[in-house]
T-cell receptor, first 113, second 115 residues
Framework: DAGVIQSPRHEVTEMGQEVTLRCKPI?????LFWYRQTMMRGLELLIY????????DSGMPEDRFSAKMPNASFSTLKIQPSEPRDSAVYFC???????????FGSGTRLTVV | DQQVKQNSPSLSVQEGRISILNCDYT??????FLWYKKYPAEGPTFLIS?????DKNEDGRFTVFLNKSAKHLSLHIVPSQPGDSAVYFC??????????????FGKGTLLTVNP
């Protein structure tokens, strides 16, 4: 099992540009989470999908952020337009049901200049 | 408002000694607690957990203790090894209730085990 796969590993973009982060969860896992890690706020839940349906997006900072899960094997997190304060490490995690040992991907380090 | 707090940003111990990482929480709805370990450039990996019906859970060199009345938990690593050097995150979840999927994390403690 390759685990949770995120791409790209690193992304540097200019302010105002659109950024798309990608995630492939573990096959068979029906829960998918996007987390963001910053120095100030630590790890924060942005959005939770269950069976491809967004259940809780209350952590999405603002309308510039959107997430989709078109099928069980793929999810995207999009930021448009990006701002320097969006610079952070974004993690995707998946789980089988409410299995609390979530499996995290290696993250995408986003830098917005 | 931080519901899960790890007040020590870093901890340094000698190889072979005990490492004790601490975590406090404020939300009384939390009834399941986890520790994650994170190496640089990797995602957090699940280490050990404990239910609120227990006060201790042990897995090899790792033991988690829970004091519900104090809303405090700790992770003990004995003996500590250089490979244990990593950031350790405490996390909590309310298994009963509408947010039973939502892990709330502390900010982490960087453990350095010196050879």
């Amino acid at each position: 099992d390759a685990g949770v796969i995120q791409s790209p590993r690193h992304e540097v973009t200019e302010m105002g540009q659109e950024v798309t982060l990608r995630c492939k969860p573990i096959s068979g896992h029906n829960s998918l989470f996007w987390y963001r890690q910053t120095m100030m706020r630590g790890l924060e839940l942005l959005i939770y999908f269950n069976n491809n349906v967004p259940i809780d997006d209350s952590g999405m900072p603002e309308d510039r952020f959107s997430a989709k899960m078109p099928n069980a094997s793929f999810s995207t997190l999009k930021i448009q337009p990006s701002e320097p304060r969006d610079s952070a490490v974004y993690f995707c995690a998946s789980a089988e049901g409410i299995n609390y040992g979530y499996t995290f991907g290696s993250g995408t380090r986003l830098t917005v200049v | 408002d931080q519901q899960v707090k790890q007040n020590s940003p870093s901890l340094s111990v000698q190889e072979g000694r005990i490492s004790i990482l601490n975590c406090d929480y404020t939300n009384s709805m939390f009834d399941y607690f986890l520790w994650y370990k994170k190496y640089p450039a990797e995602g957090p990996t699940f280490l050990i957990s404990i239910s609120s019906i227990k006060d201790k859970n042990e897995d090899g060199r790792f033991t988690v203790f829970l004091n519900k009345s104090a809303k405090h938990l700790s992770l003990h690593i004995v003996p500590s090894q250089p490979g244990d050097s990593a950031v350790y995150f405490c996390a909590a979840i309310p298994r009963r209730g509408g947010s039973n999927y939502k892990l709330t994390f502390g900010k982490g403690t960087l453990l350095t085990v010196n050879p």
